[in-house]
Antibody, heavy 119, light 107 residues
Framework: EVQLVESGGGLVQPGGSLRLSCAAS????????MSWVRQAPGKGLEWVAN????????YYVDSVKGRFTISRDNAKNSLYLQMDSLRAEDTAVYSC?????????????WGQGTLVTVS | DIQMTQSPSTLSASIGDRVTITCRAS??????LAWYQHKPGKAPKLLIY???SLETGVPSRFSGIGSGTEFTLTISSLQPDDFATYYC?????????FGPGTKVDIK
């Protein structure tokens, strides 16, 4: 069974940093693109970042470029999101999602999310 | 950047109603469009990918059509479990763009 479990959320002051983790199980983690998506309170879904299987390609939404860094450790089946220079508008539930293998498909499997509050 | 819009933003409907949600892209995205159902506190559920392909296990009352810049999601006969927010999503190898969502609530 595919499982994605996020951790690391919490309350942080503006300008602070936080590192989110996503523990993956039930599939060959190193074979898949991975993503972070967030949902601010009362708002819609927003894609944050994608990372290729070997970490060689990373893509970010414009609003987090230069502040957030996506990374992965395939040996630990883990995905990370380092968030620096946090702003109030980064307050959201952050979820990781499993991307595609070779054929491009949208994410099917998502974690339940971890809440980040910047205040 | 490609922008996605959806209409309506909110839709009130009754059990058994036929429901249609429209999604538009700011430029052609071919058929690279997905539809998700999202309920509070739960993970989004993929319904449709490649504009019209039904994800495994999704009831056949859900269908999608479209290409280029205009797409629709139809629920042929609304069921109690279908009250949720629906998002369209443009996807490719590198990034996603979600529409703002359509909330389907009880009339």
């Amino acid at each position: 069974e595919v499982q994605l479990v996020e951790s690391g959320g919490g309350l942080v002051q503006p300008g602070g940093s936080l590192r989110l983790s996503c523990a993956a199980s039930g599939f060959t983690f190193s074979g898949y693109w991975m993503s972070w998506v967030r949902q601010a309170p009362g708002k819609g879904l927003e894609w944050v970042a994608n990372i290729k299987q070997d970490g060689s390609e990373k893509y970010y939404v414009d609003s987090v470029k230069g502040r957030f860094t996506i990374s992965r450790d395939n040996a630990k089946n883990s995905l990370y999101l380092q968030m620096d220079s946090l702003r109030a508008e980064d307050t959201a539930v952050y979820s990781c999602a499993r991307g595609h293998l070779t054929v491009v498909v949208p994410p099917v499997y998502w974690g339940q999310g971890t809440l980040v509050t910047v205040s | 950047d490609i922008q996605m819009t959806q209409s309506p933003s909110t839709l009130s409907a009754s059990i058994g109603d036929r429901v249609t949600i429209t999604c538009r892209a700011s430029q052609s995205i071919s058929g690279w469009l997905a539809w998700y159902q999202h309920k509070p506190g739960k993970a989004p559920k993929l319904l449709i990918y490649k504009a019209s392909s039904l994800e495994t296990g999704v009831p056949s009352r859900f269908s999608g059509i479209g290409s280029g810049t205009e797409f629709t999601l139809t629920i042929s006969s609304l069921q109690p479990d279908d009250f949720a927010t629906y998002y369209c999503q443009h996807y490719n190898s590198y990034y996603f763009t979600f529409g703002p969502g359509t909330k389907v609530d009880i009339k």
